[in-house]
């Protein structure tokens, strides 16, 4: 989604030339802009938001995207935010080499719809398998400032904040995310992969024989749900195999480098939830 000039209070950036990139090391849609970009041999340049300092609550970026989310992608002074509006929109600028197969060309919208439906599932997952359950809560006068927070989207209040605030309210309400949360994202992950399991009988990637958007997006939710203990190898063999072609490659690889303090929180998790029979196999019966 590009954004008016008039959603802008961080004037600075109408006047930044070239592609800049504003994005985090460990967020997946900042890790699937990045994959995208490299696929597509495209120079940028970076600026970090660290969303641990909760960079991404200042005042200096909420002037850019007042959702307070990342990647960020500035265009020639053209604000584009939701990473797979920004991923179609450098498809267009650099159509080479294609990823979006002319034969899908009308259904990737709705293809990568359904991948941004599941971004709060995949969220629910990670804070609980992978970043230590409650360690990413934010205190009430962040999501305070969000609420109070005046931008819009074009021109408009944003109702999507809304979902976003009540996903943080809830991980302070329960003291992180609850078993019945885990349980129904992890199902609605396992049908989705049981239809990419059928595609992929036949096929090498998840359109065909060639590698597109869509498995750049599927990608790092796969990722994520292999560290989190979800069983490809058993449920969905051809994902599995799939997953690991695509991690070998170095335009993936690199991106997905777990830093050394969240493989350590992840191993805890692991050790805690396997004294507690708590792990994700369990917790959702599969
Ligand atoms: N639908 C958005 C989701 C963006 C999103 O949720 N970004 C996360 C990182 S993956 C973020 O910035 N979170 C900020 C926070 O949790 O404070 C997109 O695809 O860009």
């Given at each position: 989604m590009k954004l008016n000039n008039n959603d802008i209070r961080t004037k600075e950036v109408l006047d930044w030339k070239g592609l800049h990139l504003l994005h985090f090391q460990n967020s997946a849609c900042s890790q699937k802009t990045r994959i995208f970009l490299n696929l597509k041999n495209i120079s940028w340049k970076s600026k970090s938001i660290n969303l641990v300092s909760n960079e991404n609550y200042s005042d200096w970026f909420l002037g850019i995207n007042p959702r307070a989310q990342v990647p960020v992608l500035i265009d020639d002074g053209h604000v584009h935010i939701e990473s797979n509006d920004i991923i179609q929109h450098l498809e267009k600028r650099f159509p080479q080499p294609n990823l979006i197969p002319l034969k899908f060309k009308s259904?990737?919208?709705?293809?990568?719809?359904?991948?941004?439906?599941?971004?709060?599932?995949?969220?629910?997952?990670?804070?609980?398998?992978?970043?230590?359950?409650n360690l990413r809560k934010k205190s009430n006068k962040l999501i305070n400032k969000l609420r109070d927070d005046?931008?819009?989207?074009?021109?408009?209040?944003?109702?999507?904040?809304?979902k976003i605030l009540s996903f943080y309210k809830n991980l302070n309400n329960n003291n992180?995310?609850?078993n019945d949360s885990i349980k129904s994202s992890v199902l609605k992950f396992k049908k989705k992969y049981d239809t990419f399991e059928n595609n992929l009988n036949n096929n090498e990637y998840l359109l065909g024989d060639d590698i597109s958007i869509l498995d750049v997006a599927w990608f790092i939710y796969t990722h994520r749900l292999y560290l989190a203990g979800y069983p490809f190898d058993r449920l969905h063999p051809n994902v599995y195999i799939w997953y690991k072609k695509l991690i070998m490659k170095k335009e993936f690889k690199y991106e997905v480098r777990e830093p050394m303090i969240l493989k350590v929180i992840r191993t805890i998790t692991k050790i805690n939830d396997s004294f507690r029979s708590s792990s994700l196999i369990k917790i959702a019966s599969i």
């Open positions: 259904d990737i919208p709705n293809l990568l719809k359904e991948e941004d439906n599941l971004h709060v599932d995949i969220r629910n997952i990670s804070f609980r398998f992978l970043f230590g359950n005046k931008g819009t989207i074009l021109n408009k209040e944003d109702s999507h904040k809304n992180g995310i609850t």
